[in-house]
Nanobody, 116 residues
């Protein structure tokens, strides 16, 4: 079992920045892929970005050029740097991790709010 803990959410004005962090609590599991999803009120959860253990990344079109995902393999920690935030980025952001055996884990989510 892997428990993921997110931090860094909050309220920021349009054009501002936030940095989300996610780390597992006491795990020895190798996390093959780590990423971020988000869910806005009344909408389905969607992929924001993910990063593989070797550093390959993928971003949703809506965040390309504004968000940057990175990871620290030694600590199984993943970060999401969010710049030029827009009201449409308002959502609960969930950390996601997939082990080398294909088991998927989710964090409890952190709220990001960008008032219009």
């Amino acid at each position: 079992q892997v428990q993921l803990v997110e931090s860094g959410g909050g309220l920021v004005q349009t054009g501002g920045s936030l940095r989300l962090s996610c780390e597992p609590l006491k795990t020895s599991s190798v996390l093959r892929t780590m990423g971020w999803y988000r869910q806005a009120p009344g909408k389905q959860r969607e992929l924001v970005a993910f990063i593989t253990r070797d550093g390959s990344t993928n971003y949703a079109d809506s965040v390309k050029g504004r968000f940057s995902i990175s990871r620290d393999n030694a600590n199984n920690t993943v970060y999401l740097q969010m710049d030029s935030l827009k009201p449409e980025d308002t959502a609960v952001y969930y950390c996601n991790a997939i082990t080398r055996f294909g088991i998927v884990y989710w964090g409890q989510g952190t709220q990001v709010t960008v008032p219009s």
